[in-house]
């Protein structure tokens, strides 16, 4: 038999074969080796979610909104818009709240593209590490919150400006059909109205 001649034979060792099954394996085991820094990108790559929101804090006054876009390019902007109207003898709060949904059109996804590539995600995970930003809560005084495939900061670098800007032109300029209407009337005293002009 080979292998078990007399001493002194030659001895030999059949090759092993693989059948297709180990041998896919095996290919995706070596590639993912060749690839291990490939998930190391500084930029973040195409069809990536993003999403905005824009508080105005406890002024209340102004529009707070938020958008997204989901790796599918669907687009959702929830708006709540906060006014006050002041006269002689009353106060009026009217808050509305608004929503859309869409989707991105292929110039827009390829603009989302372009921003996306010229953001450098190694500073926004900095950013995201450090937690809040430097100065009173965005709660108190207002501010925005990104989020970038799941990286979120408060903070957001100078790199991820021009998605910051993208995103707001985005939610101004979406249609808007408005879900909820709140109104407050509080009537003024004729003393307290000096205040207030």
Known sequence: MPGHGPRGARRYVRPMRLGSRWGTVLAAGAASLVCAGCGSSSRPGARTPVSLQELHGNSLLG???????????????????VTVHRTSTESVLTVALSAGNGRLSAAERAQLDVVLQRLDLRQLRAAAERGACSGPPIGDVGGVHLDV???????PPASAQPLV??????????PQKVTQRAVHVTHLRPASTASLR
């Open 63 to 81: 529009v707070n909104y938020a958008i997204q876009v989901d790796a599918r390019g669907r687009l959702s902007v929830r708006r709540m818009a």
């Open 165 to 174: 800007s993208w995103l707001e032109r985005l939610a101004a300029a979406a």
């Open 149 to 155: 495939g799941g990286t979120q900061t408060d903070c």
